[in-house]
């Protein structure tokens, strides 16, 4: 005995919905990082919030989190940039 398709409608609709959100998650991610995957097992190092961190000089450089640059000088006012909290000398 063959099985009315009306039975299968929840199951098919069920499917697509999560197809569906899987996708649009992935391409959120995705667009949150500038186009690339999604960064997993950052260590402490890249995350450090210090003037040190590699993620933060790349935010400062390139003006986003993930994008990085190869050029063998910094860019104009770069030197300026720093997160190093001026401090007055002890006289």
Same mark, same amino acid.
């Given at each position: 005995?063959?099985?009315?398709?009306?039975?299968?409608?929840?199951?098919a609709i069920?499917?697509?919905?999560?197809?569906?959100?899987?996708?649009?998650?992935?391409?959120? $991610?995705?667009?949150?990082?500038?186009?690339l995957r #999604?960064?997993h097992n950052?260590? +402490?190092?890249?995350?450090?919030?210090? %003037?040190?961190?590699?993620?933060?000089?790349? $935010?400062?450089?390139?003006?986003?989190?993930?994008? #990085?640059?190869?050029?063998?000088? +910094?860019?104009?006012?770069?030197?300026? %940039?720093?997160?190093?909290?001026?401090?007055? $000398?002890?006289?």
């Open positions: 005995m063959p099985v009315p398709f009306e039975a299968l409608l929840p199951y069920m499917t697509v919905m999560f197809g569906v959100t899987g996708v649009s998650l992935a391409g959120i $991610r995705t667009f949150k990082n500038d186009g #999604q960064r950052v260590d +402490a190092w890249d995350q450090q919030s210090t %003037s040190t961190s590699l993620m933060e000089r790349d $935010r400062r450089l390139t003006g986003t989190l993930r994008g #990085q640059s190869d050029a063998a000088y +910094a860019p104009p006012g770069f030197e300026l %940039s720093s997160e190093w909290k001026i401090e007055k $000398r002890y006289v």
